[in-house]
């Protein structure tokens, strides 16, 4: 599985666009990357997953640049709903015994 | 928007008794899976379960856990013999067929936190 890192912690305001940035650079082929939002005491669930070039849902966007060895998600105008932990993994679509591997995430604060 | 569910929320057991974990995972998913997060730290991989075996398990699923289909709705942990650092929260996940990142990925329940003592 590819290695992901990304940064530990990050702060923004409310209104304030929250780009978060992850390493991956031994990505394989047929890797795509995923990221999930954890807040506390709840599970992950998804937020986006994408391949290459720029993919977007009502939630957030995904940037990946043409080596696929980082990729960025951006959440637009955060708001304190959106303090949680961001994990971003890499790894095959449709393994159907695929166990996602979770890092430490980035935890991001969301002031007023 | 359909759900995973869990029970109990929390359990406090003493060391060395059995525990089993409830989960109803979504109604048309086939994918079922256990993961742990020990407090402050990462979501860690226990098992993935898909016609009624085991698929893949982690070095941390030992002869200790096993899990369980029992019906058509319940996917269950058990943890024969619980260790201090058994206590955690368990996480059940669910995942359908391929189709779209939406339909593949892996869907969370609330967890249960586990407390041994």
């Known amino acids: 599985l590819a290695k992901t890192t990304q940064p530990i912690s990050m702060d923004s305001y409310e209104g304030q666009e929250v780009n978060i940035t992850c390493s991956h650079n031994n990505i394989a082929t047929n890797d795509y990357i995923t990221w999930y939002q954890q807040f506390p005491s709840q599970g992950p669930r998804f937020i986006i997953q994408g391949y290459k070039t720029k993919v977007t849902n009502e939630v957030a966007s995904l940037f990946i640049p043409a080596d696929r060895k980082s990729s960025t998600l951006s959440l637009p105008r955060v708001s304190l709903s959106d303090t949680a932990v961001y994990y971003c993994?890499?790894?095959?679509?449709?393994?159907?015994?695929?166990?996602?591997?979770f890092g430490g995430g980035t935890r991001l604060m969301v002031k007023p | 928007e359909p759900e995973v569910t869990q029970t109990p929320s929390h359990q406090v057991t003493q060391m060395g008794q059995e525990v089993i974990l409830r989960c109803v995972p979504i109604?048309?998913?086939?994918?079922f899976y256990w993961y742990r997060q020990i407090l402050g730290q990462k979501v860690e991989f226990l098992v993935s379960f898909y016609n009624n075996e085991i698929s893949e398990k982690s070095e941390i699923f030992d002869d200790q856990f096993s899990v369980e289909r029992p019906d058509g709705s319940n996917f269950t942990l058990k943890i024969r013999s619980t260790k201090l650092e058994d206590s955690a929260m368990y996480f059940c996940a669910s995942r359908g067929l391929a189709g779209g990142p939406e339909k593949e990925t892996q869907y969370f329940g609330p967890g249960t936190r586990l407390l041994v003592l």
């Open positions: 109604s048309n998913h086939l994918y």
């Open positions: 993994l890499v790894g095959p679509r449709n393994n159907a015994g695929n166990m996602l591997t």
